[in-house]
T-cell receptor, first 114, second 114 residues
């Protein structure tokens, strides 16, 4: 099955700096890579996603890049703000998995210091 | 639009007691349904997923079970709770057979086993 590794597990940045979280996956057939943000005590919510036929996608201050050859994808947050502080999860969805279910990384706790 | 409900929101149960958590989805038909558990400060552990009524796949062998008696209802149960069952239980749904596997999470149930 699919295996997803996420790094770093914790990340602390100053407000205004950029933050980068990286995930690697094992199944070369994986075709969909979402990122979720989970604020303390809340549910995870989708913030951005990318399909395997696209190399990069941007949405305001966040972007995701995908390197299919190396089997890794990254979340980039620019001009970080204190409200970006949360746990971020990546996921990869393999084509051959039942129910099209995704495998999640272990999460990255991002702290943005004002 | 689609909405997902979970109840109860919080639950405190003694060791050895039974458990029943319910999840319902509105506004979509034949969704994939998932149960996750999240221990404090940890990642998302997939417990069960379902592609249809009566179809349940278990990811982790344990004292929990799941059932899907109706298309948009997913129930997580236990006959005897353990201390290690404490955690934040999240139900999620996704579109069956979609090109992506965006999962939409419910508000969660915080379970404390004493």
């Amino acid at each position: 099955g699919e295996n997803v590794e996420q790094h770093p597990s914790t990340l602390s940045v100053q407000e205004g700096d950029s933050a980068v979280i990286k995930c690697t996956y094992s199944d070369s057939a994986s075709n969909y890579f979402p990122w979720y943000k989970q604020e303390l005590g809340k549910r995870p919510q989708l913030i951005i996603d990318i399909r395997s036929n696209v190399g990069e996608k941007k949405d305001q201050r966040i972007a995701v890049t995908l390197n299919k050859t190396a089997k890794h994808f990254s979340l980039h947050i620019t001009e970080t703000q204190p409200e970006d502080s949360a746990v971020y999860f990546c996921a990869a969805r393999g084509l051959n998995t039942n129910a099209g279910k995704s495998t999640f990384g272990d999460g990255t706790t991002l702290t943005v210091k004002p | 639009s689609q909405t997902i409900h979970q109840w109860p929101a919080t639950l405190v149960q003694p060791v050895g007691s039974p458990l029943s958590l319910e999840c319902t989805v509105e506004g979509t038909s034949n969704p994939n349904l998932y149960w996750y558990r999240q221990a404090a400060g940890r990642g998302l552990q997939l417990l069960f997923y379902s592609v249809g009524i009566g179809q349940i796949s278990s990811e982790v062998p344990q004292n929990l079970s799941a059932s899907r008696p109706q298309d948009r209802q997913f129930i997580l149960s236990s006959k005897k709770l353990l201390l290690s069952d404490s955690g934040f239980y999240l139900c999620a749904w996704s579109v069956t057979g979609g090109a992506t596997d965006t999962q939409y999470f419910g508000p969660g149930t915080r379970l404390t086993v004493l």
